[in-house]
C-alpha cells in the first residue's frame, strides 16, 4: 500500500522524519480513539503514543495549537460569512468585506510550522456567502510584505478580476504592501466558486494560504441542510515544490482527531473545493454512504450518484447526502498518499 510513498517525499530520509505522520504500523486508516470509549482527544500528550518504531504520528491524538492559529478547522466548516450587509436604493442587496492580507506563520500537522500567507489570519480565507444578483464590494487591504490581489471566479468586469496588468489604471491589478483597492461585482453566476490570489509566481502565492470559498445561493434557495465547507490543500514545508501535509481545511488528521458530528437521516450538504497545489489530482471518498454529485454548484439538479469524485485545482462541487445508520463513517482521498499525509477525516453521526 506505501510502496509509492517513498519517491514521493523525494527529499530523503531527513526531510521525512521531520514530519510527524503515520507510519505502516500505525495504520493511518483506522479510526481514532472513540471518547465513548474513554479515548479522546484534546491536549498534547494525551492519548496513545505512536506504536511504531518511530514513536511520532496522528494516531497518538496530538493535536495543533488552535489558539495560536487564529482558527479552528472545526469552526471553520461551517462558517459562512454573509458580510455587512445593507440595502441598495433599487433594492439590491449589498454585501460588504474587508480582507486584509498578513504574513503568519501557522501549524499545519502537529509540530509542522509553515510561513502562510492569509487573508485576514486564517487558511483558508473566510467563506463569502451572498445570493445571486447581490452586489458585492471587498476592500483589500495588503499588509503583507508581498504585493497580493484577490482574484475571484465568477462573472464579472476585467478591472475587477483581480490579475496583475489589469485595471492598474483604477488602481487594481497588483496592490503592492501597503496598498488598497476595492473589488465591486455582482454574484453571478449561483454555484460553488473561490477566490485565491493571482500573482506571479502563482504556485507561491496560492499554495502559501491566499484562497478561500465564495458560495453563491441561487434565488430561492437549496432545501435546508447542515452545511459545511472543505477547501481541500496542502503545503509544501521544505520547498520542494511537492506537498508534504495534505489536508481539508488545513490541519492535517483535524477530523480524524475531532470527527465531524451530524444527525442521522439529515441532510448534509458539503461545498467541497479543492485548491491543492503541485498536484494535479484530488479526490474525495465517503465510506459506506453515496451522494448526489452537483459539479459547481451551478445547476440544481445533481448529473451522478456517487461515492467517490475527483478534482483538478480550482474544480469545486456541492455533495448532497444523508447517513442512515449512527456510526463512525471516513472519508479521505482516494489517493492514499494524500490520506497518509492528513487528507483523511470521520464523520460522527448520532442519532
Ligand atoms: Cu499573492
Redesign the pocket.
Given at each position: 500500500m506505501l510502496a509509492g510513498l517513498a519517491p514521493v517525499i523525494g527529499a530523503g530520509a531527513a526531510a521525512h522524519s521531520l514530519i510527524p505522520h503515520p507510519h505502516p504500523g500505525q495504520t493511518a486508516l483506522a479510526a481514532p480513539p472513540d471518547p465513548r470509549h474513554g479515548g479522546g482527544h484534546g491536549s498534547p500528550g494525551q492519548g496513545r503514543v505512536g506504536t511504531s518504531e518511530h514513536g511520532h504520528g496522528f494516531q497518538s491524538g496530538r493535536s495543533v495549537d488552535h489558539v495560536a492559529n487564529g482558527f479552528n478547522p472545526t469552526d471553520i466548516l461551517r462558517d459562512f460569512d454573509y458580510g455587512k450587509t445593507s440595502r441598495l436604493p433599487n433594492g439590491r442587496t449589498l454585501r460588504e468585506w474587508e480582507f486584509v492580507?498578513e504574513d503568519k506563520e501557522i501549524e499545519v500537522a502537529p509540530g509542522v510550522k509553515f510561513a502562510a500567507?492569509t487573508y485576514n489570519g486564517r487558511v483558508p480565507g473566510p467563506t463569502l456567502r451572498c445570493t445571486e444578483g447581490d452586489l458585492l464590494r471587498v476592500k483589500f487591504v495588503n499588509g503583507?510584505s508581498?504585493?497580493?490581489?484577490i482574484h475571484f471566479h465568477g462573472i464579472h468586469r476585467d478591472v475587477m478580476d483581480g490579475v496583475p496588468g489589469v485595471g492598474e489604471e483604477i488602481g487594481g491589478g497588483l496592490i503592492e504592501p501597503g496598498k488598497s483597492f476595492t473589488y465591486e461585482f455582482g454574484a453571478d453566476p449561483f454555484g460553488l466558486h473561490l477566490y485565491h490570489?493571482?500573482?506571479p509566481p502563482l504556485a507561491?502565492?496560492?499554495h502559501?494560504g491566499?484562497y478561500g470559498g465564495f458560495i453563491v445561493d441561487p434565488k430561492d434557495g437549496r432545501p435546508e441542510a447542515d452545511e459545511m465547507i472543505m477547501v481541500l490543500n496542502g503545503f509544501d514545508t521544505n520547498f520542494d515544490a511537492s506537498n508534504e501535509v495534505y489536508a481539508a481545511n488545513t490541519v492535517g488528521f483535524h477530523y480524524q482527531n475531532e470527527p465531524i458530528k451530524v444527525k442521522r437521516d439529515r441532510l448534509v450538504r458539503i461545498y467541497l473545493v479543492n485548491v491543492l497545489e503541485f498536484d494535479q489530482i484530488n479526490s474525495f471518498h465517503v465510506h459506506a454512504n453515496f451522494f448526489q454529485y452537483y459539479p459547481t454548484g451551478t445547476s440544481l439538479e445533481p448529473v451522478e450518484f456517487t461515492d467517490t469524485i475527483i478534482q483538478g485545482q480550482g474544480q469545486r462541487a456541492v455533495l448532497e447526502l444523508r447517513f442512515p445508520f449512527a456510526g463512525r463513517y471516513m472519508f479521505h482521498a482516494h489517493k492514499t498518499e494524500f490520506a497518509e499525509l492528513g487528507w483523511l477525516g470521520f464523520f460522527d453521526v448520532e442519532d
Open positions: 492580507a500567507w503583507s508581498h504585493a497580493h490581489t490570489c493571482h500573482t507561491d502565492h496560492i502559501k491566499l
